[in-house]
């Protein structure tokens, strides 16, 4: 999971989200869930509401749709955090929409829901707050694991099937790919080659599981690179903290 900073809408796509949720209000509470689907449906709000509101939320991720949830490049779908058969209100709430793929939102996810004791999720709100206060990626192994006492990281690996299937392999390799464009970074440097620079930069950037190289960047920001990184890539390690490829990555 990557932290996320969430704007505001054009003035029109908001009311028109406001619009769809007067709606729902105005609609007798035993018939909500069921109407809900049915405008959730509608060609017109497929059309002229669905499509920016997703081009939006492209638009907030690093790289290419990438998920919210599992951080990789699949993100193809519009996910609510608090799901509309949980609270039908809340469909068309800008701040409960994120971008995920269909194996987080429909696979893993769906509507399982478990409440933080307060108003919110107990699920981690990317755009609200730190995944890395609740989560903890090892950066050899691609596995998730929570951060000691936190349930929203326990709930979150859980719910979003995180390290289900050969998405902890999958990261794992990301990470050895990204060591390589690391080094290749170091030497396009070393002989003033720009365009090899960028390149080795796009790379690490715009690959499937974004999630994997700031995980590495806060590890090392965090203090805790000597727990996390292997021992026998010091090279990487001294790389992730220069100043000068740091600013290339963080663009």
Sequence with gaps: MIRIT??????????????????????????????????WKRETFRRDVYTPVREALEGMTPGYDCCMYCGDHLADTIDHLVPKAVCALRTFYWPNLLLACSPCNSRYKGDQHEGDGLLGSLLVDPTREN???????????GVYRPVEGSSKGEWTIKVCGLNEGKRSRVRAAAWVKIGGHLRAW??????????????????????????????????????????????TNPDVLALLRDDQLREALLA
């Design 186 to 231: 170091d030497r396009a440097r070393s002989e003033r080659n720009e365009k090899d620079m960028r390149f080795a930069v796009y790379c690490i950037r715009d690959q499937p599981f974004a999630d994997v190289y700031y995980a590495a960047l806060h590890h090392v920001d965090a203090g805790d690179a000597q727990n996390i990184f292997a021992e």
């Design 6 to 39: 969430r704007p505001r809408l054009p003035s029109e796509l908001e009311t028109a989200l406001l619009k769809l949720t007067d709606e729902l209000a105005g609609t007798p509470v035993p018939e909500r869930r069921k109407h809900v689907n049915r405008m």
């Design 131 to 141: 995944p890395f206060d609740h989560l903890t990626l090892w950066l050899d192994s």
